[in-house]
Each structure stands twice: as structure tokens, then as C-alpha cells.
């Protein structure tokens, strides 16, 4: 089946202690992308990369890293993870080309304490 | 101005009505426009796409794109309960470096009313 797996679903932390979240995708994607999910402002994409050792920031990077050492994985690092950072996160990818739209994971609940 | 706006609803439609949702967008280099269906808790899903100006029909849902007044709506024909969920339109712009960036509206909340 053709997906995006992200781990863990659910996450609870405390402050400045690092954590990563996993990305995969099996659909051969060129495009990778984090976005965070937050009530009244909607999705903003964290970074995304376009292609194997290819990452570019998006609209909200402070805070977080991202690599892209291999084309099916897209991990999403905190180094030191703040309670702002508390958010749903999703992670999508998608086909080389305008026209073609992300498919996202299953989203990761994040709780910084 | 945001890049790309919707109205946050709610947004109550009758069942069997046509529910129709709009967005706008500011940047007029946008190239390609999304409409995602997410349902509570769960992931955005793909629902229509569209690129040029005009209609395009995919079953129950029309996606209409102007990009003269840079308005993107998608129309939901015979709607059903199982429609209510939060519509997300999405806005993709090309930079001069090939960077595509995406960027959702904060959705629209849509009931239908049995």
C-alpha cells in the first residue's frame, strides 16, 4: 500500500531534551515536506526538500532540522524542543511536477512540557 | 494579507443541497491550486486539483479556478453527512529556483445538516 508512515503518533516531553520524529515514504517520491498543525493558523510548512541531500527551510524552521540522507526518509529533528513546539505534525510527500499534491501521514501529536 | 484565505466557517448545508467553499489567493505567480478534505483528528486528504482557469468535475465535486481575480471555489454536489469535515485549500508557487512551496489556507469547517 502506498504511504507515509511517521512515528511516533503521540509524543510527550520535557524541554531541551532532543527527539526525532521518523518519515517514510515507499512511493518513490521526489518531495518531502514537514508542516505543523495549529488551531486557528492552519498548516505551515516547517522545511522540505526536493530531492536526496536537498532541504530548503519553509515558513516556521527555528527550532527544528531536518535530513534527507536517503530518498524515502525525511526525519524531522528538535535539538532542544520548547513548549511552543507543542503542535500536531504532519509529514507528505509527492511526485516531481506542480500538478501532483502531497500525501500526508497520520500526523504526530506533540506535547512539550 | 495572507497568502492564501478562507473563511473559517462553520459552514451549515442541508443534505442533499450543494455546499460551496471559497478561497483566495494573493501571490499571482501561484500555479497550481488543491482542495483537501481532513476529517477530525485525522490527516489532510487530496481531494481535487486544478490548474487552469475554469472547471473541473470529478464526480460529486467541481474545483472552478479564476486566476484573473485569483479565486479558487470547490463545489460539492448532493452533499452528504459524511462530507462535514474542514476543507483546506492549497496554493502552489514555482520559484525562479524550482522550489515548489504550498501553502494552506487555515480551512473551512463544513456540517451537513441530515
Known amino acids: 500500500e502506498a504511504q507515509v508512515t511517521q512515528n511516533p503518533r503521540y509524543l510527550i516531553t520535557v524541554t531541551g531534551k532532543k527527539l526525532t520524529v521518523t518519515c517514510s515514504q515507499n512511493m518513490n517520491h521526489e518531495y518531502m515536506s514537514w508542516y505543523r498543525q495549529d488551531p486557528g493558523l492552519g498548516l505551515r510548512q516547517i522545511y522540505y526538500?526536493?530531492?536526496?541531500?536537498?532541504?530548503d527551510k519553509g515558513d516556521v524552521p527555528e527550532g527544528y532540522k531536518v535530513s534527507r540522507k536517503e530518498k524515502r526518509n525525511f526525519p524531522l529533528i528538535l535539538e532542544s524542543p520548547s513548549p511552543n513546539q507543542t503542535s500536531l505534525y504532519f509529514c507528505?510527500?509527492?511526485?516531481?511536477?506542480?500538478?501532483?499534491?502531497?500525501?500526508f501521514g497520520s500526523g504526530t501529536r506533540l506535547t512539550v512540557v | 494579507q495572507k497568502e492564501v484565505e478562507q473563511n473559517s466557517g462553520p459552514l451549515s448545508v442541508p443534505e442533499g443541497a450543494i455546499a460551496s467553499l471559497n478561497c483566495t489567493y494573493s501571490?499571482?505567480?501561484?500555479?497550481?491550486f488543491f482542495w483537501y478534505r481532513q476529517y477530525s483528528g485525522k490527516s489532510p486528504e487530496l481531494i481535487m486539483s486544478i490548474y487552469s482557469n475554469g472547471d473541473k468535475e470529478d464526480g460529486r465535486f467541481t474545483a472552478q479556478l479564476n486566476k484573473a481575480s485569483q479565486y479558487v471555489s470547490l463545489l460539492i454536489r448532493d452533499s452528504q453527512p459524511s462530507d462535514s469535515a474542514t476543507y483546506l485549500c492549497?496554493?502552489?508557487?514555482?520559484?525562479?529556483?524550482?522550489?515548489?512551496?504550498?501553502?494552506f489556507g487555515t480551512g473551512t469547517r463544513l456540517t451537513i445538516i441530515p
Open positions: 501571490d499571482r505567480g501561484s500555479q497550481s
Open positions: 507528505a510527500s509527492k511526485g516531481g511536477g506542480q500538478n501532483y499534491g502531497y500525501t
Open positions: 526538500s526536493m530531492n536526496v541531500e536537498v532541504t
Open positions: 492549497a496554493v502552489n508557487l514555482i520559484s525562479n529556483f524550482g522550489n515548489e512551496k504550498l501553502t
